[in-house]
């Protein structure tokens, strides 16, 4: 079956740094966009970028461009979000998600997306 797994989330220090990763099992994963997305307390899921199937092309939120970095490594079908320059609004659960149809990902919208990961807690505090 579909799985995403993430993982790398932690406490980290203001201006600090953290590589999330996004295993994935069960479906071709580099024939599918897959995105990170993230849920601060209290507030609605929102999309952080986007990493298409095939070309690879990346779409990022305006709120982590030119901080965040959004790559996929197809031989060990992960998906990666490095995360530089942490302020502490970047605080959430993250999530990795796919979709089989449709554009959602490209969009940042996490309401089209088919299938998601658990999530793995990003705290940015001193």
């Known amino acids: 079956q579909v799985q995403l797994v993430e993982s790398g989330g932690g406490l980290v220090q203001p201006g600090g740094s953290l590589r999330l990763s996004c295993a994935t099992s069960g479906f071709t994963s580099d024939d599918h966009p897959i995105g990170w997305f993230r849920q601060a307390p209290g507030k609605e899921r929102e999309g952080v970028s986007c990493i298409t199937g095939g070309s690879g092309s990346t779409v990022y939120a305006d709120s982590v461009k030119g901080r965040f970095t959004i790559s996929r490594d197809n031989t060990k079908n992960t998906v990666y979000l490095q995360m530089n320059s942490l302020k502490p609004e970047d605080t959430a659960v993250y999530y990795c998600?796919?979709?089989?149809?449709?554009?959602?990902?490209?969009?940042?919208?996490?309401?089209?997306?088919?299938?998601w990961g658990r999530g793995t807690l990003v705290t940015v505090s001193s």
């Open positions: 998600a796919t979709e089989f149809y449709g554009s959602s990902c490209v969009f940042l919208r996490p309401s089209g997306m088919d299938y």
